[in-house]
């Protein structure tokens, strides 16, 4: 497995939706052709995956649900869209997920939440966010390890997310 880490701050004003389709254009029309024409990788969905924390999995979710047809599996990591700062970015996605549900589903083998527990700044966006995609039926699992918003938790979501690629 290569596992190819992007600094995700992208020079774009406040952490608003044009910063997410900076990044989004970022990761599908330069970091992915660069990896796949200079390296020895496996190409398709079906071997690439998505995943980041905390902004990072804000900007998984943003790039990686539109994407499904080129990621086989995301990871969010103590993350969600930001109550009342991102609500127009998570209605327009909701909107998106409810129409192409089963395309999602379908698309996605791993689709992993997970959060450092209570005492993440980041869990009420998580559990707001995860109640509607179960009203959309949007598969998912959904795991926490005890630590709040922190590197310990985030090794802890790596090790065992990255368990579930590529089997």
Known sequence: MIIVMVDGNIPAPGFGESSLILFEKELTEAVIPFVE???RIKTGAENRALAGLSMGGIQTLYAGIYNTDIFSSL???SSGWIIGGHDDIAG???EFMGKNADKINNNLNHFWISMGGKEDIAWKNCQVMMAKFDE???DYT???YPGGHT???WRNNLYNFAQLLFK
Do not use: T
């Open 151 to 153: 590197w310990p938790v």
């Open 142 to 144: 959904y795991s926490e």
């Open 75 to 77: 990871g969010v990591f």
């Open 37 to 39: 024409n200079n390296y």
């Open 92 to 94: 327009a996605q909701y």
């Open 136 to 138: 959309l039926n949007i």
